[in-house]
């Protein structure tokens, strides 16, 4: 009996052991709001799933690629990862770069997927990654504030530079219709120039940049017009009261209290985005089109994604973690809609019933599901092709350089990072 009862009090103790061994570490970037669904998310996890434990790893949305990059090169990464789309070119060209998910096909639910979704998040054959939501940029509107100004939502590109020499006669000269950082200056005049030429940036098939020279010469001609118009603040204006181009429009005083009267996000960032204002203040705009358009402009993508670590000890929990967040009636009503409208059928049925989904979100993604949008390339938003069109457009903000020089600049780097990201 004594020998029954050690062997039984061993197991005990061994499975106590494992089930304390059984620790995910799970990282993710956004905003208070985020952060605080997610962290209820995970508590609710670990009560459901006896013997995990989930170490939560956040911050905001700067510095967590340059984290994530530090972290992969030091095979440290986080068991499952909040990715962007775009970085499965970085870190996966050959689909080893994650952990292939198709191999807990056992053990995960991936009939809550269309296959659509998950071929967006397969490279070389091997699942990398996990959508979390379709997203594209829309434009939100402070609606106090455009009232006093005294006119209607642009509605074309033409409206939207207009725009600017109104709110300064109207409002004042600290008053400006749109704020954008750097990533958005370049995204929605990228818009531009898509719609007028049918052609983006860089080729989405092919390693090589699209555009012309004398069609990257008008992109960068109409981002000047919208700043001497004074409906973008001019860079170094912007820098000087944040001192960070970077920072997004929800970290301003300016933009809680209304004197910057609009921004763009994507769609599945638009919690982020008004974090700190109230959001029934605003509005979702229409996205500006012109007379004659090739395209909608409009690029679309997986908003962010999740991935297990091709280096994780503990691949199945992973799984079910993924599981849990985003094909799960609990996991749903827990986040809402902090990362958008979910592409599972389990997830945005529970959104859509719960009635989860805000208003203004729910405007903007019907705004987006009735436009046609446009697959990018992924070297598109590759921190090398980035790190370029921000120097042009910091350096054509700045007054250091003209669009023609820009574009020249723009026609010659973006060959030569593509071709090498290409390789």
Not at 52 to 70: C, H, I, N, P
Not at 194 to 218: I, M, N, Y
Not at 232 to 259: C, H, V, W, Y
Not at 350 to 370: F, S
């Amino acid at each position: 009996m004594r020998t029954i009862l050690l062997a039984v009090l061993l197991s005990l103790c061994t499975a106590a052991v494992h089930a304390e061994d059984t620790v995910l570490r799970f990282s993710w970037w956004g905003g208070a709001e985020r952060h605080e669904a997610t962290l209820a998310a995970i508590r609710a996890f670990e009560a459901a799933t006896p013997g995990a434990t989930v170490k939560a790893e956040y911050m905001g949305w700067d510095g967590y690629l340059e984290r994530l990059t530090t972290q992969i090169g030091a095979q440290s990464e986080a068991d499952v990862m909040q990715v962007d789309w775009a970085w499965l070119a970085m870190f996966s060209k050959d689909g080893d770069g994650f952990y292939d998910a198709y191999s807990l096909k056992d053990s995960m639910n991936l009939d809550e997927y269309e296959q659509q979704w998950l071929d967006s998040g397969t490279v070389k054959g091997k699942l990398n990654a996990f959508p979390v939501s379709f997203s594209a940029l829309v434009v939100v509107y402070n609606k106090d504030t455009w009232q006093k100004a005294g006119i209607p939502f642009p509605e074309t590109w033409d409206d939207l530079v207009a725009a600017g020499k109104v709110f300064k006669e109207k409002l004042g000269p600290k008053y400006y219709p749109l704020d954008l950082n750097r990533d958005e200056r370049v995204y929605l005049t990228h818009a531009y120039i898509f719609q007028k030429t049918g052609k983006q940036f860089l080729d989405p098939e092919k390693a090589e940049v699209a555009l012309s020279l004398e069609e990257l010469t008008e992109w960068l001609a109409y981002y000047k017009r919208l700043l001497d118009s004074g409906t973008l603040m001019t860079p170094q204006d912007r820098a000087s009261i944040g001192g960070d181009n970077e920072r997004q429009s929800q970290e301003f005083k300016e933009f809680m209290d209304g004197e910057w009267a609009g921004s763009c996000t994507f769609d599945a960032a638009l919690a982020n985005r008004l974090g700190t204002v109230d959001s029934d203040n605003f509005a979702i705009g229409p996205f500006p089109t012109m007379d004659g358009a090739k395209s909608s402009g409009r690029v679309g993508r997986p908003a962010m994604m999740f991935a297990i670590s091709k280096n994780t000890q503990n691949p199945v929990m992973a799984g079910k973690l993924i599981d849990f967040l985003l094909a799960s009636e609990e996991g749903a009503k827990i986040l809402k809609s902090t990362r958008g409208a979910f592409l599972t059928k389990t997830g945005y049925a529970t959104l859509l019933k719960e009635g989860l989904i805000k208003p203004i979100n729910q405007q903007a993604m019907d705004q987006v599901r009735a436009t046609k949008c446009h697959t990018p390339n992924p070297y598109f938003e590759h921190a090398r092709t980035k790190n370029l069109m921000h120097e042009v457009f910091e350096e054509v903000g700045y007054g250091k350089i003209t669009p023609e020089d820009g574009a020249d600049t723009l026609l010659r780097e973006g060959n030569r990072i593509a071709k090498r990201l290409g390789r």
